[in-house]
Antibody
Protein backbone atom coordinates (compact mmCIF):
# COMPACT_ATOMS: atom_id res chain seq x y z
CA UNK A 1 0.00 0.00 0.00
CA UNK A 2 1.48 3.25 -1.15
CA UNK A 3 2.07 5.87 1.53
CA UNK A 4 3.57 9.34 1.79
CA UNK A 5 3.78 10.62 5.34
CA UNK A 6 4.75 14.22 5.95
CA UNK A 7 6.11 15.47 9.25
CA UNK A 8 7.84 18.51 10.71
CA UNK A 9 5.09 21.09 10.48
CA UNK A 10 4.27 23.46 13.29
CA UNK A 11 4.19 27.08 14.39
CA UNK A 12 7.31 29.11 13.70
CA UNK A 13 8.17 32.79 13.95
CA UNK A 14 8.85 34.87 10.85
CA UNK A 15 12.48 34.67 9.79
CA UNK A 16 13.01 31.27 11.40
CA UNK A 17 13.62 27.89 9.80
CA UNK A 18 11.77 24.61 9.64
CA UNK A 19 12.45 21.26 8.00
CA UNK A 20 9.69 19.11 6.59
CA UNK A 21 10.15 15.43 5.87
CA UNK A 22 8.24 13.03 3.65
CA UNK A 23 8.67 9.32 4.25
CA UNK A 24 7.55 7.04 1.43
CA UNK A 25 6.60 3.39 1.36
CA UNK A 26 4.79 0.93 -0.86
CA UNK A 27 6.50 1.79 -4.14
CA UNK A 28 9.97 1.90 -5.67
CA UNK A 29 10.85 5.27 -4.18
CA UNK A 30 14.22 5.67 -5.87
CA UNK A 31 12.59 5.52 -9.31
CA UNK A 32 10.23 8.47 -8.91
CA UNK A 33 10.47 12.21 -8.69
CA UNK A 34 8.93 13.76 -5.60
CA UNK A 35 7.30 17.15 -5.27
CA UNK A 36 6.04 19.53 -2.62
CA UNK A 37 2.78 21.38 -3.18
CA UNK A 38 1.26 23.76 -0.65
CA UNK A 39 -2.15 25.19 0.03
CA UNK A 40 -2.69 28.28 2.12
CA UNK A 41 -5.85 28.25 4.26
CA UNK A 42 -8.89 28.64 2.02
CA UNK A 43 -6.72 29.10 -1.06
CA UNK A 44 -5.68 27.13 -4.12
CA UNK A 45 -2.79 24.80 -4.81
CA UNK A 46 0.72 26.12 -5.30
CA UNK A 47 3.59 24.00 -6.58
CA UNK A 48 6.66 24.59 -4.38
CA UNK A 49 9.57 22.32 -5.31
CA UNK A 50 10.52 19.21 -7.26
CA UNK A 51 13.38 16.76 -7.08
CA UNK A 52 14.24 14.09 -9.64
CA UNK A 53 14.50 10.40 -8.80
CA UNK A 54 18.24 10.61 -8.15
CA UNK A 55 18.32 14.11 -6.73
CA UNK A 56 20.23 15.39 -9.72
CA UNK A 57 17.60 17.93 -10.79
CA UNK A 58 15.71 20.31 -8.56
CA UNK A 59 13.25 23.04 -9.38
CA UNK A 60 11.69 25.70 -7.20
CA UNK A 61 8.84 28.16 -7.41
CA UNK A 62 10.03 31.76 -7.59
CA UNK A 63 8.23 32.44 -4.30
CA UNK A 64 10.60 30.10 -2.40
CA UNK A 65 13.75 30.13 -4.51
CA UNK A 66 16.81 30.89 -2.39
CA UNK A 67 14.94 30.15 0.84
CA UNK A 68 13.79 26.53 0.44
CA UNK A 69 15.95 23.51 -0.38
CA UNK A 70 14.61 20.11 -1.42
CA UNK A 71 16.72 17.01 -0.92
CA UNK A 72 16.27 13.27 -0.80
CA UNK A 73 17.89 10.20 0.73
CA UNK A 74 16.99 7.14 -1.28
CA UNK A 75 18.53 4.84 1.35
CA UNK A 76 15.73 5.75 3.77
CA UNK A 77 12.98 6.65 1.29
CA UNK A 78 12.78 10.23 2.49
CA UNK A 79 12.51 13.66 0.92
CA UNK A 80 13.15 16.78 2.96
CA UNK A 81 12.18 20.40 2.47
CA UNK A 82 14.43 22.77 4.38
CA UNK A 83 12.68 26.10 4.75
CA UNK A 84 14.57 29.23 5.85
CA UNK A 85 13.65 32.88 6.31
CA UNK A 86 10.02 31.92 6.67
CA UNK A 87 7.35 34.52 5.99
CA UNK A 88 3.71 34.71 7.05
CA UNK A 89 2.74 34.02 3.44
CA UNK A 90 4.43 30.61 3.70
CA UNK A 91 1.64 29.55 6.04
CA UNK A 92 0.00 26.56 4.38
CA UNK A 93 -0.57 22.84 4.37
CA UNK A 94 2.44 21.30 2.67
CA UNK A 95 1.75 18.15 0.66
CA UNK A 96 4.35 15.66 -0.49
CA UNK A 97 3.40 14.16 -3.85
CA UNK A 98 4.75 11.40 -6.04
CA UNK A 99 5.39 11.71 -9.74
CA UNK A 100 3.10 9.73 -12.00
CA UNK A 101 5.87 8.19 -14.05
CA UNK A 102 9.46 7.07 -13.77
CA UNK A 103 10.12 9.36 -16.74
CA UNK A 104 9.60 12.34 -14.41
CA UNK A 105 6.61 14.09 -15.84
CA UNK A 106 5.71 16.37 -12.92
CA UNK A 107 2.21 14.90 -12.77
CA UNK A 108 1.21 14.42 -9.15
CA UNK A 109 -0.56 11.09 -8.94
CA UNK A 110 -0.37 10.35 -5.22
CA UNK A 111 -0.49 12.78 -2.31
CA UNK A 112 0.29 12.57 1.36
CA UNK A 113 -2.11 13.91 3.96
CA UNK A 114 -0.07 17.07 4.40
CA UNK A 115 1.56 18.89 7.29
CA UNK A 116 0.53 22.36 8.44
CA UNK A 117 3.10 25.12 8.69
CA UNK A 118 2.05 28.31 10.45
CA UNK A 119 4.38 31.30 10.34
CA UNK A 120 3.33 33.77 12.99
CA UNK A 121 4.81 35.86 15.75
CA UNK B 1 6.15 33.33 -16.09
CA UNK B 2 3.21 31.65 -17.71
CA UNK B 3 -0.19 32.06 -16.18
CA UNK B 4 -3.00 29.54 -15.93
CA UNK B 5 -6.56 30.76 -15.75
CA UNK B 6 -9.79 28.86 -15.20
CA UNK B 7 -13.40 29.70 -15.82
CA UNK B 8 -15.78 29.88 -14.24
CA UNK B 9 -14.38 30.33 -10.73
CA UNK B 10 -17.46 28.59 -9.40
CA UNK B 11 -20.63 27.03 -10.68
CA UNK B 12 -23.80 25.45 -9.38
CA UNK B 13 -25.47 22.69 -11.35
CA UNK B 14 -28.00 19.93 -10.85
CA UNK B 15 -27.46 16.21 -10.59
CA UNK B 16 -27.29 14.80 -14.09
CA UNK B 17 -26.19 18.05 -15.71
CA UNK B 18 -23.28 18.29 -18.11
CA UNK B 19 -20.58 20.51 -16.61
CA UNK B 20 -17.70 22.09 -18.51
CA UNK B 21 -14.70 23.83 -16.95
CA UNK B 22 -12.20 25.74 -19.04
CA UNK B 23 -8.48 26.16 -18.42
CA UNK B 24 -6.33 28.52 -20.44
CA UNK B 25 -2.55 28.80 -20.58
CA UNK B 26 -0.96 32.12 -21.43
CA UNK B 27 1.47 30.28 -23.73
CA UNK B 28 1.17 27.01 -25.62
CA UNK B 29 1.83 23.89 -23.58
CA UNK B 30 0.94 21.22 -26.15
CA UNK B 31 -0.96 18.61 -24.12
CA UNK B 32 1.09 18.89 -20.94
CA UNK B 33 -1.94 19.53 -18.79
CA UNK B 34 -3.39 17.69 -15.82
CA UNK B 35 -6.65 18.05 -13.91
CA UNK B 36 -7.08 17.44 -10.18
CA UNK B 37 -10.13 17.13 -7.98
CA UNK B 38 -10.14 18.27 -4.36
CA UNK B 39 -13.23 17.37 -2.37
CA UNK B 40 -13.99 19.49 0.70
CA UNK B 41 -11.52 18.76 3.48
CA UNK B 42 -9.70 16.14 1.42
CA UNK B 43 -6.40 15.73 -0.35
CA UNK B 44 -6.31 16.45 -4.11
CA UNK B 45 -6.48 13.52 -6.50
CA UNK B 46 -5.34 13.22 -10.10
CA UNK B 47 -8.17 12.97 -12.62
CA UNK B 48 -6.64 13.47 -16.05
CA UNK B 49 -3.18 13.95 -17.53
CA UNK B 50 -1.92 14.50 -21.03
CA UNK B 51 -4.99 16.76 -21.43
CA UNK B 52 -7.27 13.78 -22.10
CA UNK B 53 -5.95 10.57 -20.49
CA UNK B 54 -8.10 9.40 -17.62
CA UNK B 55 -6.19 8.34 -14.51
CA UNK B 56 -6.85 4.76 -13.48
CA UNK B 57 -9.98 4.44 -11.36
CA UNK B 58 -11.52 7.73 -12.39
CA UNK B 59 -15.16 7.41 -13.54
CA UNK B 60 -15.74 7.66 -17.27
CA UNK B 61 -18.13 10.60 -16.86
CA UNK B 62 -14.98 12.72 -16.56
CA UNK B 63 -13.19 13.67 -19.77
CA UNK B 64 -10.63 16.18 -20.88
CA UNK B 65 -9.77 17.78 -24.17
CA UNK B 66 -7.66 20.51 -25.67
CA UNK B 67 -4.17 21.32 -26.79
CA UNK B 68 -1.96 24.35 -26.96
CA UNK B 69 -3.56 27.03 -24.81
CA UNK B 70 -7.19 26.01 -24.35
CA UNK B 71 -8.41 23.00 -22.40
CA UNK B 72 -11.67 21.71 -21.02
CA UNK B 73 -12.73 19.31 -18.30
CA UNK B 74 -16.19 17.87 -18.82
CA UNK B 75 -18.39 15.95 -16.40
CA UNK B 76 -21.09 14.40 -18.55
CA UNK B 77 -23.57 13.66 -15.79
CA UNK B 78 -22.85 15.46 -12.52
CA UNK B 79 -23.11 13.32 -9.40
CA UNK B 80 -23.38 14.42 -5.76
CA UNK B 81 -19.90 13.03 -5.07
CA UNK B 82 -18.45 15.36 -7.72
CA UNK B 83 -18.86 18.39 -5.43
CA UNK B 84 -15.27 19.62 -5.30
CA UNK B 85 -12.82 22.20 -6.50
CA UNK B 86 -11.11 21.33 -9.77
CA UNK B 87 -7.62 22.52 -10.66
CA UNK B 88 -5.69 22.40 -13.90
CA UNK B 89 -1.90 22.22 -13.85
CA UNK B 90 0.70 22.62 -16.55
CA UNK B 91 3.77 20.39 -16.59
CA UNK B 92 5.58 21.17 -19.82
CA UNK B 93 8.30 23.03 -17.92
CA UNK B 94 8.94 24.66 -14.56
CA UNK B 95 7.17 26.33 -12.87
CA UNK B 96 4.50 23.63 -12.75
CA UNK B 97 1.71 26.10 -12.16
CA UNK B 98 -1.82 25.31 -11.07
CA UNK B 99 -4.87 27.21 -12.18
CA UNK B 100 -6.84 29.08 -9.51
CA UNK B 101 -9.52 26.40 -9.31
CA UNK B 102 -13.20 26.00 -10.14
CA UNK B 103 -15.59 25.20 -7.33
CA UNK B 104 -18.46 22.92 -8.37
CA UNK B 105 -21.56 22.82 -6.22
CA UNK B 106 -24.95 21.17 -6.50
Amino acid sequence: QMQLVESGGGVVQPGKSLRLSCEASGFNFRSFGIHWVRQAPGRGLEWVATISFDGGKRYYADSVKGRFTISRDNSINTVNLQMKSLRPEDTAIYYCTKDHSTTWQQIFDFWGQGTLVTVSS
Amino acid sequence: DMQMTQSPSSLSASVGDRVTITCRASQGINEYLAWYQQKPGKVPTLLIYGASTLQSGVPSRFSGSGSGTDFTLTITSLQPEDVATYYCQKYNSAPFTFGPGTKVEI
